[in-house]
Nanobody, 126 residues
Framework: QVQLVESGGGLVQAGGSLRLSCAVS????????MAWFRQAPGKEREFVAL????????YYADSVKGRFAISRDNAKITVDLQMNSLQPEDTAVYYC???????????????????WGQGTQVTVSS
């Protein structure tokens, strides 16, 4: 089992920055990839960013490319999401997710991930 705990959410004005962190604990031996998703009220959960745990390769949704950056700390076993130039449309609950299964998968598919955190609210005011 893997436990994920997000932190760092809050209220920020448009154009501001926030840094989210996901603390990973438990059986991380088979950790394949870590991702951030977000879900706004009345909308489906959508992919934001992913980092491959071993290679460090990162992938981003087009909507956040150039503004958000995902990173990992192998020693602390955390995954961070630096969010810059935030806009009101970035308002959502942000979730950390982990994939523990090998094999091919679609990074944006919520079913590709085995573990989820409880989420942290990000609100961007205009």
């Amino acid at each position: 089992q893997v436990q994920l705990v997000e932190s760092g959410g809050g209220l920020v004005q448009a154009g501001g920055s926030l840094r989210l962190s996901c603390a990973v604990s438990g059986d991380t031996f088979n950790n394949i990839a870590m991702a951030w998703f977000r879900q706004a009220p009345g909308k489906e959960r959508e992919f934001v960013a992913l980092i491959n745990w071993s290679s460090g390769s990162a992938y981003y949704a087009d909507s956040v490319k150039g503004r958000f950056a995902i990173s990992r700390d192998n020693a602390k076993i955390t995954v961070d999401l630096q969010m810059n130039s935030l806009q009101p449309e970035d308002t959502a609950v942000y979730y950390c997710a982990a994939r523990g299964r090998p094999g091919s998968y679609v990074v944006g598919n919520v079913k590709a991930y085995d573990y989820w955190g409880q989420g942290t609210q990000v609100t961007v005011s205009s």
